[in-house]
């Protein structure tokens, strides 16, 4: 079985680039999303980063009410409940960037739990 390209998988997901962007960017609210895409804006991005800028915006957005949120999780996850300066060190992060940490951490924490 062969895997799919991120063009086939956008056709599926959205029927068409274009539309895939529109549906990125409605869910890059100002809730989630720090816009660092510069002139070209979503449009200038890859299939690939687009879906996976999508699969994060609806991940992040079942989980978790606001970036704030996501931050917070993230910061207790890696031990810095606490820490104001670590979580506004983390406000300067994307998105992608905030979910991968946390992931990191939640395995991280998993791994020494069995571990004990």
Do not use: C
């Not at 998988?9 to 962007?21: E, H, R, T």
């Not at 300067?92 to 990191?104: I, V, Y």
């Amino acid at each position: 079985m062969s895997t799919q390209t991120p063009l086939m998988q956008a056709k599926s997901l959205a029927g068409s680039k274009k539309d895939l962007v529109e549906k990125v960017k409605a869910l890059a609210t100002e809730a989630y999303w720090v816009d660092r895409t510069g002139e070209r804006g979503l449009a200038g991005l890859s299939n690939a980063k687009l879906l996976r800028l999508h699969t994060v915006l609806t991940t992040v957005a079942k989980r978790f009410a606001s970036r704030a949120a996501l931050i917070e999780a993230v910061a207790t996850a890696q031990g810095h409940g606490k820490d104001g300066d670590y979580k506004k060190s983390l406000e300067k992060h994307p998105l992608p960037r905030l979910w991968d940490a946390l992931q990191s951490a939640e395995r991280r924490a998993k791994k020494a739990k069995k571990a004990s």
